[in-house]
C-alpha cells in the first residue's frame, strides 16, 4: 500500500474509484415540456459513452480531494522558499472579496454600463501598478510572467517596425529566467546571452560590447535572479537607447524594489508585473496567475486591445487602438487574479507596501547571514529579497544541492530553488519573503545548519531522503523514458 | 501591518545579527538618485473590513443574476457549479503550493493533474493531454505553432473565419514575427459550417493546419469528420477548438472524428464567469506529436519502495531546460483551475456530464424554437448547434438596448465582430435557465421588435 507506512493515508486514482450508476451530481427537475433529443441533435453527431469519466458519490469526491491535499506541503503549512517565486502569505480576505457574485459572475460580454465596478476596479488597478512601478501605462491582459514577457517583447518588436525594421537580436544575462531567451525567441528574436561580471552584475562597460543596430532589447531582470540589484542599471540602459535599442525589465522581482526604487525610473521601457509574486495572489500548483505589463509612453500606442478608456458617462472598453499588437488571450486578463491583488494593494497601501520590500530584504540577509558559515555564497555582493548558495563547500562529500533539498522536506519545510540560476554550481536559492518571522526563520537556518552537520557527520541519510514524506525519491528517469501521462483501463 | 511579522524588537534583533546599523544601509546598492524619487504615492493600509467594504461596493456596481437576465455565451458560459468544488480548490495545500518542483511533497497536486489529463484525453478522444494552458484562446495559438513545429515546411494556416473573433486574434498576434507564414481566413456556407468548396480550393501543400471552432462561435456544430479527411488528404493537420467544453458531454469527440490537436477553453467546467478568467486551456494530441507539444506534463513513475507517484515529466520540452529553443515559453499552467474542472468531472461523472449536456441542448433548442414564432425573427443558420444559436432580429441592436431596460441581455449583437451579420443576435442557453426565464425572454423580445 502506498503511503501506508508513511503515516497518511493511501489514496488510490479516481478512476479506480467508485461503481457503475453511482453519482454525485443533481440537477433541477426539467420544466420544459418534452422534446425528441435526437430531432435537436441527430444520434450520429453523438458520442456514445462517457466512460472515461469516474462514477463516485459526492462523499467520495470530497474525501479523495482531502486527501490528496494532505499529500501537499503548501505556503500555508510551511516555509516555502522557492526563490524568485516569493511565496508570501496569501491573504484569506482576498478570497472572499473575490467571489462576490458582483465578481464571480459578471460575464465579459456584459456591456460595459452594465460592469462599472469591474472596470473602475481595473482602471484603478492599473494606477496602482503604474504608481509603483513608475511606468506610464499598464495592461492588465497577460495571464501570467511569462506572457507578460511574450507581450512586452511583441511590443518591442511593433514599437521597432514601426522605425522601419523589427531588428534581428535580443540580449540576455545568463542568470536570466528560462522564460526570457524562450519568449524572445517566440517573437522571432535571435538570443545573444551576456555574460554576467565576477560580482554577479551586468557591467555597462560589458554589454556595451554587445550593442549595436541589430540589437533590439536588452532583457535584464533587476534584482536579478542571485538578488543582487543590477547597480549599473541606469549606464547599461543607456547603452541601450544609444543605440536605439529598448530594455525589457523582468519585474519578477518586484519585491525587492516597493519605495526603494522603480523601473521607469531605471529607464526601463517596459516590465511585466507577476501579481502572484509580488501582489500575494495563491500561486494555485502553478497557476492561475496574472502578469500584467507597464510601458513608457512610447510603447503605449502597441498595448494589447481592448482598453479602458474613461468617457463622459463612465468606463468603457475600446478596440480603436489601430497600432496594437492585438490580444495575447480571451477577454480582458485573468480578473480574478487582478480582485486578489487589488485587494492586497489596498490593505497595504503606500506604508505597507514600502514595509513589504524593507522586511523581505532584512529577512532573505538575515539567513544569509545565519548560513553563510556553512554554505559557500555564490557572490558576495549584498543581496537584496534572496540569496544565492553554491555546492561549493560540500561537493568534495559526494552530497548533492537535491540531496540537501530533499532533507529539508524532513524537516519539515519546502526546499528553496535548486540548480539555478545555471550560473552558480549546484544553486540553492533561497527567497524567505517579508511574511516570515524570525522565529521561522532562525528554525529554517537551524535545520540547514543540522543538515551540514550531517554531511559531515552521516551523509549517507542525506542520500535517502527523504524519509518522513508521502513517498520516498522518485523515478524521474522511468518516468520520462517510459511516459505513462494519463490512467487508462486495464 | 497585519501580514507582516516583525516587531521594532525583532528588526533591532537582526540588523544587530548582521551587524549593520540601520535598514537603510541593506539597500546601500541601490544607486541614491533611484531611491530619493521611489515613495509610493497611494493611500495607507486599510483594515480587512475597510477592503472587504471598498470591493463590495465595487462589485454590487455590476448587476448580476438574478437581478438581470443574460443569454450571453460567446467563449464563456454560465453553468451550474456545485459547492464542493470552490471547497476543494479553497483548500489552501492546493491554492498556496506552486509548481510541484519537489514531488514527494507535491503528490496531491501530481496525482490531481495526472487524473485531470487522463479526463482531458478522454473527453477530447486523444491520446495525451497536458497540465493545461491560460485559456482556449492562447492554448489555440500553441496549437498552430505546434502544428508548424510538426509541418515546418508548409507555411499557410487556415483559419475559419467562424472561429472565435478572439481566438483567431490571439493567433495572429501570437503568429505575427514568425517568418513566413501566412493566415487565410475561410468563410461559412449558408448553413453556418465552414464552406467547403473554399476549403478544398484553399488547401494546397503549403498548408500546415486548419483550426476550426467545434462548436464554433455561432454554437453550429461542425462536420468535423469531412474537415479531417479533406484536410488530411491535403497533408495538414487538423486542430479544433472548443469555447464551451460541456458540448463533450454530448457530442462525438474531435479525436473521434480525426482531429490531431483538441484544444478547449475548460470554464465551463465547475469555474466562474469572473469576467472572463482565469479560466483554463484544455489541450490534446495523438501519441505521435508529443514531444511537440507545449506546457507540462505529469507522468506515473515509482518511488524507491516501489510505490506508485507522479513526477513532472519530458521537461527536455520547456523553457527552463531547453531555453529559446523550447516548445513554448509557458511555465505554468493554470493549476487550480485545472483541479477545479477536474472536482467538477468527477462529481458530474459519466452520468451527469451527459445529462448536463442534453439539458442544455433541451432548454436552447426550446428557447430557439419560441422566438422563432415571433414575427420577423429568423434562424440565421440551419446546421445543428449545441447551447448557442443565431437569430436574426429587425434592428437587432436597438432592440437589446430596450430589453437592457427591462434587466435582460438578450444575447451577443454579432455585428460589432462581424459587420456581415447585421441584425443578428447569438444567444446562449444553459440548464441554468428556467422555463419562466424563457418564456419571458420571448414575451419581451417579442413586444420590443414590435414596438
Not at chain 1, 302 to 330: A, D, T
Not at chain 2, 211 to 220: E, L, R
Request: hydrophobic share 40%; glycine share 8%; net charge negative.
Amino acid at each position: 500500500m502506498k503511503n501506508g507506512k508513511r503515516g497518511v493515508l493511501d489514496e488510490p486514482l479516481i478512476c479506480e474509484r467508485g461503481s457503475p450508476g453511482r453519482v454525485g451530481y443533481s440537477l433541477p427537475a426539467d420544466d420544459l415540456p418534452e422534446r425528441d433529443l435526437n430531432q435537436d441533435l441527430s444520434r450520429e453527431l453523438c458520442r456514445e459513452t462517457l466512460d472515461g469519466l469516474p462514477q463516485v458519490s459526492e462523499g467520495e469526491v470530497v474525501r479523495h480531494f482531502t486527501r490528496l491535499s494532505q499529500w501537499n506541503l503548501s505556503a500555508a503549512t510551511t516555509l516555502y522558499p522557492l526563490g524568485s517565486c516569493t511565496m508570501k502569505y496569501n491573504p484569506v480576505v482576498n478570497e472572499l472579496v473575490v467571489r462576490l457574485p458582483g465578481f464571480a459572475q459578471l460575464h465579459p460580454l456584459i456591456p460595459d454600463d452594465c460592469a462599472q465596478g469591474a472596470l473602475e476596479l481595473l482602471a484603478d488597478l492599473e494606477h496602482c501598478l503604474a504608481e509603483i512601478s513608475g511606468m506610464d501605462a499598464v495592461s492588465l491582459q497577460p495571464a501570467a510572467g511569462a506572457q507578460g514577457e511574450l507581450t512586452g517583447m511583441k511590443l518591442i518588436r511593433a514599437y521597432h517596425q514601426d522605425r522601419g525594421r523589427p531588428r534581428k537580436k535580443v540580449l540576455i544575462p545568463g542568470s536570466a529566467h528560462g522564460t526570457n531567451p524562450a519568449s524572445a525567441a517566440l517573437c522571432g528574436y535571435e538570443v545573444v546571452e551576456v555574460p554576467t561580471g565576477p560580482d554577479g552584475m551586468l557591467a555597462a562597460a560589458a554589454v556595451e560590447q554587445f550593442v549595436d543596430a541589430e540589437v533590439a532589447a536588452l532583457m535584464v531582470t533587476n534584482p536579478n535572479t542571485l538578488g543582487l540589484f543590477e547597480r549599473e542599471i541606469v549606464q547599461i540602459v543607456a547603452a541601450l537607447h544609444a543605440h536605439g535599442a529598448l530594455v525589457y525589465l523582468d519585474g519578477a522581482n518586484l519585491n525587492a524594489l516597493m519605495g526603494v526604487a522603480k523601473p521607469g525610473h531605471m529607464g526601463a521601457d517596459v516590465i511585466q508585473f507577476n501579481l502572484h509574486k509580488t501582489f500575494s495572489t495563491p500561486h494555485g500548483g502553478g497557476g492561475p496567475g496574472a502578469g500584467p505589463v507597464g510601458v513608457k509612453k512610447t510603447l503605449e500606442p502597441y498595448l494589447p486591445v481592448p482598453r479602458l478608456v474613461r468617457e463622459q458617462e463612465g468606463w468603457r472598453w475600446s478596440e480603436l487602438f489601430p497600432r496594437s499588437i492585438g490580444k495575447v488571450r480571451s477577454f480582458y486578463g485573468n480578473f480574478g487574479i487582478l480582485v486578489r491583488a487589488y485587494a492586497y494593494i489596498l490593505a497595504m497601501g503606500s506604508d505597507g507596501l514600502t514595509r513589504a520590500t524593507r522586511m523581505a530584504v532584512l529577512n532573505a540577509n538575515y539567513l544569509r547571514k545565519r548560513l553563510e558559515q556553512a554554505y559557500d555564497l555564490a557572490y558576495s555582493t549584498p543581496c537584496l529579497h534572496e540569496c544565492v548558495f553554491s555546492d561549493e563547500s560540500f561537493h568534495h562529500t559526494g552530497v548533492k544541492t537535491l540531496d540537501i533539498a530533499k532533507r529539508l522536506l524532513d524537516y519539515g519545510f519546502y526546499a528553496p530553488t535548486i540548480y539555478f540560476p545555471l550560473v552558480v554550481s549546484g544553486a540553492l536559492m533561497i527567497e524567505p519573503t517579508e511574511t516570515e518571522s524570525k522565529e521561522t526563520l532562525d528554525e529554517f537556518a537551524d535545520a540547514l545548519l543540522a543538515i551540514a552537520q550531517e554531511i559531515k557527520d552521516n551523509p549517507a541519510v542525506l542520500r535517502d531522503a527523504p524519509l518522513t514524506t508521502p513517498v520516498s525519491r522518485l523515478d524521474e528517469t522511468r518516468a520520462a523514458r517510459h511516459p505513462v501521462l494519463r490512467w487508462e483501463k486495464k | 501591518m497585519r501580514y507582516i511579522p516583525h516587531t521594532d524588537h525583532d528588526i533591532a534583533a537582526m540588523l544587530a545579527t548582521l551587524g549593520v546599523g540601520s535598514m537603510d544601509d541593506l539597500f546601500a546598492q541601490v544607486p541614491e538618485e533611484l531611491r530619493a524619487r521611489a515613495a509610493i504615492d497611494l493611500p495607507p493600509g486599510k483594515a480587512e473590513s475597510e477592503v472587504r467594504g471598498h470591493l463590495t461596493a465595487l462589485a454590487e456596481a455590476n448587476p448580476v443574476s438574478p437581478g438581470l437576465l443574460t443569454f450571453l455565451g460567446g467563449g464563456a458560459y454560465s453553468h451550474f457549479v456545485p459547492v464542493v468544488v470552490d471547497q476543494i480548490i479553497q483548500r489552501a495545500e492546493f491554492a498556496t503550493a506552486y509548481t510541484p518542483y519537489q514531488p514527494e511533497v507535491s503528490q496531491g497536486t501530481l496525482q490531481a493533474i495526472f487524473e485531470f489529463q487522463s479526463l482531458v484525453a478522454d473527453l477530447l478522444g486523444l491520446d495525451v493531454a497536458n497540465a493545461s494552458m491560460y485559456d482556449g484562446a492562447s492554448g489555440t495559438a500553441e496549437a498552430v505553432l505546434m502544428a508548424r513545429r510538426i509541418v515546418p515546411q508548409r507555411p499557410t494556416v487556415l483559419l475559419a473565419r467562424s472561429l472565435h473573433p478572439q481566438y483567431r486574434q490571439v493567433v495572429r498576434t501570437y503568429l505575427d514575427g514568425v517568418p513566413g507564414v501566412r493566415i487565410i481566413e475561410l468563410p461559412w456556407g449558408a448553413d453556418g459550417q465552414i464552406d467547403a468548396a473554399v476549403l478544398e480550393q484553399s488547401l494546397d501543400d503549403s498548408v500546415s493546419c486548419l483550426v476550426v471552432g467545434y462548436p464554433n462561435f455561432f454554437g453550429v456544430v461542425e462536420d468535423v469528420a469531412r474537415l479531417s479527411d479533406t484536410a488530411h488528404r491535403g497533408g495538414a493537420l487538423l486542430v479544433t477548438a472548443t469555447t464551451e467544453a460541456i458540448a463533450f458531454g454530448l457530442l462525438k469527440s474531435p479525436g473521434e472524428l480525426g482531429a490531431d490537436i483538441a484544444v478547449a477553453e475548460g470554464q465551463s467546467l465547475g469555474i466562474p464567469l469572473s469576467y472572463g478568467g482565469p479560466g483554463v486551456g484544455l489541450f490534446a494530441c495523438r501519441n505521435r506529436f508529443l514531444r511537440n507539444m507545449p506546457g507540462r506534463l505529469v507522468g506515473e513513475t515509482v518511488d524507491h519502495e516501489g510505490r506508485r507517484g507522479f513526477v513532472l515529466t519530458l521537461a527536455t520540452r520547456e523553457q527552463h531546460i531547453r531555453r529559446e529553443r523550447a516548445t513554448s515559453n509557458i511555465c505554468t499552467n493554470h493549476g487550480l483551475c485545472a483541479l477545479a474542472a477536474t472536482v467538477f468531472l468527477c462529481l458530474m461523472g459519466k452520468q451527469g456530464l451527459r445529462e448536463l449536456a442534453e439539458r442544455n441542448v433541451k432548454k436552447s433548442h426550446y428557447a430557439r424554437d419560441l422566438l422563432l414564432q415571433i414575427s420577423g425573427c429568423r434562424e440565421r443558420f440551419t446546421a445543428p448547434f449545441f447551447n448557442e444559436f443565431v437569430v436574426a432580429v429587425p434592428d437587432a441592436r436597438g432592440v437589446g438596448q430596450r430589453l437592457k431596460e427591462q434587466h435582460i441581455v438578450a444575447g451577443l449583437v454579432l455585428e460589432e465582430w462581424y459587420p456581415e451579420l447585421k441584425d443578428c443576435l447569438l444567444l446562449c442557453v444553459t440548464e441554468l435557465h428556467t422555463r419562466v426565464e424563457i418564456e419571458r425572454l420571448v414575451k419581451e423580445l417579442r413586444m420590443k421588435s414590435e414596438e
